[in-house]
């Protein structure tokens, strides 16, 4: 016996029902569900939105940086068209074949092709890896005709941060470079925010500034960075563009600095081959028209990263091309700081005509402190004094003042501090951060536990030895106040630019007496227009003043008979090695480049209208007057003979417009 | 006799009275689904010309439904009851087979390589277990298959190969064979109360899987889906992603071979077991709407066989038929639009893959038998 539908039909038709009816129902179930999914999105948005970003990918465009000018225009940082070629490992079907066909157009040798295709085999396999920028137009040319048989291969046609002038202005520009790896680690720190810095800064085509206006000034410069979408599969291959969703970025603010181009070039090439600093001011508005640092570097290597062997020639080299020496060294002012002792002396009562001695030394204390002319300048006083730059005069003369008062005149004339030129100064950075010096008196003596300030300290102090330690461009600002009659001017390299205003009229130096600082100032002008001058070499600048038109003019057989255009100096001599009587009187190419002295000038011209100051360090370039004297009169002759202050600059509104108008 | 029916019902008789007498309604939906399917692969090959899927999906359709065919009109159900138990036999050696020197593919074993040819003994125990169960049903006395105790051997039958398959491991094909074997005793008519203390036991074991039976990778779908783990790139990519491309098609979708995360590869699996996704994405609400009305109406069609059905054999053979692929298509549609977890089962006659396919034209070949035949009295004496 079985069972017979029929016995039990009626229950199997009404569970078979019943089951239809759960599994309709299971259906019609999913059928809501769509409904529901779809229903969210209407009214959220929610899996559209998702859709969407699944589907495309941001990119990241980075804005264009800011141009620096010169006071004239001229482009000194730039943005420069950077034609390059790139694979995607990925895609590449051979990559010794290809990166081989690559470097046979470029003429690179086996070992390239060997390095690129070790990289390539390392990275990411989707990853763009760069094989070579700065291609030539014709070399780029080949590459993109023979894209169709290159697969994977990627020509560029990018923007890369460019410096026209090379090492010209590498100090006061700087330049910039990709992120490192602990500026990445530092946002990233910083929370969610810093994660989003931390993507945008990985990527490749992103530079910040390093050193200089790049990177003191990088927040202005930079600009904001753009985006657009693109279409990309799961993998986040791109396969298309949406052309309609771009946001551009916002370009970086241009910046017009103070320098002039012709006169930076020209104080580069007086600068040659030494180590040191030359710097002109306007002493009018405290314009730095020349700030260079030498030996220079091309700035233009550290872009896209510079290799371990060109870094290790410029940072191990004794003569230290990536510092900023203008605004980060640091030598004694030695001679070119007795205006400062002069005045002091004057101020603490010295009479006009007080005269001294010099038999060649002057024994203090229980020892002889030297002059460093042997057998003395006889009597002499302070015009005399300055004009032969006699040692012992100063002794005497700091003696009279007090190291409290030479230290007060020196701040007064701008030691001791540290000026806003728009240049990094502080965070670390030992290559390019702008240093305060010392000026040391009595009570910075006790500060730093070395006990009771003593006599002979000060008798050190009225030749500018000792502690006394100066930067180039507070030497430069010294020699403007005293330019422009004890107005307290205040240098600036940046003329235009976010949040620059033009320089208020300088005051006057509280307390200073006119004739004290008329006396040092015509004691300056003996020193390269009198006899006895220890810079007479200087005198002669080979240009004339017309007359009647007052312009300045090169001296020829027709305007010899004009009056010649003199300048006011004072040469220093910084030791490297206390003054000895082994070094005494001995030139100084016959000692180890490293052991003599610093060579130093100050000057200010034209001594009967005077518009700019100037200060010149060479490092080990022996007495003043030797290198540092002939370096500063070939770049005050052009500077005098151009007259950059009495010509119009470009503002920014013009450069940008000019730059607008111009083809891309 | 048999002659004299035959010539008593004229055109009723023969091949081409049987043809006629075939189960049209069953025959086009499959076909119509099938062609759905053609269509999504050309979709899912968008682009390359050269791609053989849609061709190879359309020619393995047309192939099986011409054996169907043949075999609904060469094998009557009498043959079916014979060979019920033999192919459960024959099956369950194949799955023990399988744990022994099966062939391991992406961390299952499931695969048992019979000369150049690799075969998924769970698939054919998935028409096996219902052909095994009516026969069953059908040899018990009448009123004993609503008691406990002749439930038992019901439940062995379904149990051993459930645990077998599980064990694979492949919940999806087991969570299929038990269903199916389930649906199967309740339709014999298993009384009421039973039932209920069956799904309370159901859950409770349930329960106790989750943490004892199933495997790393399977609880962690499992916790995805509640909501217990957060994992979007992980086990919940695959879901999050099908929501998407569900969410932002609309009424009527992205048009054909326009599916952004389709064609994009966002939509991962989008051949196979997220083809359904990939339907409305690129059909909307509309296209995904019409697809499941179709299995539903095939659903009914199988029903009514069921129902229609002479003897017990014949419908809970067709009633077993129409609960596998109830559940296959329940279970993907409801795991590609997240109401269920991830639990890897293609959409039959849709999906690209010949297994779902074979076992579901075998499920079908077997109800249009049943169709085809159920006014053959000569197949009386034969079965009881």
């Known amino acids: 016996m079985t069972t017979t539908k029929r016995e039990t039909g009626g229950v199997f038709n009404r569970r078979a029902v019943l089951l239809s009816g759960v599994a309709f129902g299971g259906l019609g179930a999913v059928a809501l569900r769509i409904a529901q999914l779809q229903a969210t999105d209407l009214f959220s948005g929610e899996w559209s939105d998702r859709a969407e970003e699944n589907r495309f990918d941001r990119r990241v465009i980075t804005p264009p940086r800011g141009v620096l000018y010169d006071r004239f225009g001229v482009e000194l940082a730039t943005t420069r068209r950077d034609l390059r070629v790139s694979i995607i490992p990925e895609d590449v079907d051979d990559l010794e074949a290809t990166i081989g066909a690559i470097a046979q157009i470029l003429e690179l040798d086996a070992n390239w092709v060997r390095r690129r295709v070790r990289e390539a085999r390392n990275g990411k396999p989707y990853d763009p890896l760069l094989l070579r920028q700065g291609l030539e137009w014709d070399q780029f040319a080949i590459i993109n005709a023979r894209l169709p048989e290159l697969k994977g291969v990627i020509a560029e046609d990018t923007e890369t941060r460019s410096y026209p002038h090379s090492l010209v202005f590498a100090h006061p520009i700087g330049y910039v470079a990709k992120p490192t790896q602990r500026e990445i680690d530092r946002v990233l720190a910083e929370g969610p925010e810093g994660e989003r810095r931390a993507i945008y800064l990985r990527n490749p085509d992103v530079r910040l500034g390093k050193a200089g206006i790049e990177k003191a000034l990088e927040d202005v410069l930079h600009g904001e960075a753009g985006w657009r979408l693109v279409k990309v599969d799961a993998n986040g291959r791109p396969v298309g563009e949406d052309s309609a969703s771009l946001n551009p970025p916002k370009p970086g603010a241009g910046i017009v600095l103070t320098l002039d181009a012709d006169l930076q070039k020209r104080a580069m090439e007086a600068l040659g081959e030494e180590a040191g600093s030359a710097i002109v001011m306007d002493i009018y508005t405290g314009d730095i028209l020349v700030m260079a640092s030498a030996p220079g570097f091309d700035p233009n290597l550290f872009v896209n990263g510079i290799g371990q062997r060109d870094f290790d020639a410029l940072n191990l080299s004794e003569r230290h091309p990536l510092y900023h020496k203008s605004v980060t060294g640091t030598y004694a002012p030695g001679s070119t700081f007795k205006m400062m002792v002069g005045i002091a002396a004057r101020r603490a009562g010295m009479p006009e005509d007080w005269a001294v001695s010099c038999p060649g030394y002057f024994p203090f204390g229980g020892r002889n402190f030297h002059c460093w002319r042997r057998g003395g300048h006889g009597r002499v006083d302070m015009h005399a004094a300055i004009k032969g730059s006699c040692d012992v005069f100063f002794y005497r003369a700091a003696l009279y003042a007090g190291a409290e008062r030479i230290a007060q005149v020196a701040r007064e004339f701008g030691f001791g501090q540290r000026y806003d030129l728009g240049l990094p100064v502080r965070d670390g950075a030992y290559l390019d951060s702008m240093k305060q010096g010392i000026v040391p008196d009595p009570a910075w003596w006790r500060s730093i536990g070395r006990g009771q300030w003593t006599d002979g300290l000060t008798v050190n102090f009225g030749i500018g030895q000792g502690d006394l330690q100066v930067t180039p461009i507070q030497l430069a600002v010294m020699t403007a106040r005293l330019a422009a009659n004890g107005r307290a001017v205040v240098p600036r390299l940046i003329r235009e630019g976010p949040g620059v205003s033009d320089p208020p009229a300088f005051p006057l130096i509280p307390g200073l007496d006119p004739a004290h600082l008329a006396q040092v100032r015509t004691g300056m002008y003996g020193v390269s227009n009198e006899g006895g001058g220890t810079a007479l070499s200087a005198s002669n600048l080979g240009l004339v003043r017309h007359p009647e038109t007052r312009r300045i003019l090169p001296l020829t057989p027709e305007t010899a008979r004009y009056e010649p255009v003199r300048i006011a100096g004072k040469t220093g001599t910084a030791q490297v090695r206390a003054l000895t009587a082994a070094t005494r009187g001995r030139h100084y190419s016959t000692i180890e480049w490293k052991y003599r002295d610093h060579g130093l000038f100050v000057c200010f011209g034209p001594w009967d209208e005077p518009r700019y100051a100037c200060a010149v360090v060479v490092e080990h370039g022996g007495a003043g007057s030797g290198v540092a004297g002939p370096i500063a009169k070939v770049i005050m002759h052009d500077t005098i003979l151009k007259d950059p202050a009495r010509l119009q600059p470009r503002t920014l509104a013009q450069l940008q417009a000019q730059s607008a108008g111009a083809p891309a | ?384």
Not at chain 2, 112 to 141: C, F, H, N, T, W
Not at chain 2, 249 to 259: I, K, S, V
Not at chain 2, 305 to 320: C, D, N
Not at chain 2, 332 to 337: D, E, L
Request: with cysteine; aromatic share 10%.
């Open chain 2, 1 to 384: 006799m048999t002659a004299m029916l035959a010539s008593a019902r004229g055109p009723r008789t023969g091949v081409i009275g049987k043809l006629r007498r075939l189960n049209w309604w069953i025959i086009t939906s499959l076909t119509v689904l099938a062609l759905i399917g053609v269509a999504m692969h050309t979709s899912v090959s968008s682009g390359d010309a050269t791609a053989l899927k849609p061709l190879t999906h359309g020619l393995r359709y047309a192939a099986l439904l011409f054996i169907a065919i043949a075999v609904a009109l060469f094998v009557p159900p009498r043959s079916w009851y014979l060979i019920a138990y033999p192919l459960y036999a024959t099956t369950m050696l194949l799955l023990i087979g399988v744990e022994l020197v099966g062939e391991t593919r992406m961390g299952a074993t499931r695969w048992l390589a019979v000369g150049p040819v690799s075969l998924q003994p769970s698939e054919i125990m998935k028409v096996a277990i219902v052909l095994a169960l009516a026969r069953y049903y059908e040899d018990l006395k009448p009123g004993r298959a609503v008691t406990l105790l002749w439930s038992i051997p019901a439940l062995f039958l379904i149990g051993a190969p459930v645990a077998l398959v599980m064990h694979q491991p492949d919940l999806g094909t087991a969570t299929l064979i038990a269903m199916a074997g389930l649906a199967v005793m309740f339709l014999a008519g298993l009384r009421w109360r039973y039932i209920i203390v069956a799904m309370g036991v159901a859950a409770a074991s349930a329960v106790g899987a989750y943490y004892f039976a199933l495997h790393d990778y399977q609880r962690a779908r499992i916790n995805v889906f509640l909501g217990l783990a957060d994992d979007p790139l992980g086990e919940g990519y695959h879901v999050l992603q099908s929501k998407i491309a569900i969410g932002s098609a609309g009424l009527t979708g992205a048009g054909w071979r326009q599916g952004s995360q389709s064609q994009g590869d966002f939509l991962p699996e989008k051949d196979t077991d997220f083809i359904f996704t990939m339907i409305v994405e690129e059909f909307g609400f509309l296209g995904g709407f019409v697809v499941v009305a179709i299995f539903a109406f095939l659903l009914w069609k199988a029903v009514e066989v069921a129902t229609r059905a002479r003897t017990m054999f014949g419908a809970l053979a067709s009633a077993g038929v129409a609960a596998t692929l109830s559940c296959y298509v329940l279970i993907n549609t409801a795991m590609v639009t997240g109401l269920v977890p991830v639990v890897g089962i293609p959409l039959p006659l849709i999906s690209y893959g010949g297994t779902a396919m074979v076992t579901i034209m075998a499920g079908f070949a077997i109800v249009l038998s049943i169709d085809l035949h159920r006014d053959q009295t000569g197949a009386r004496g034969i079965l009881w």
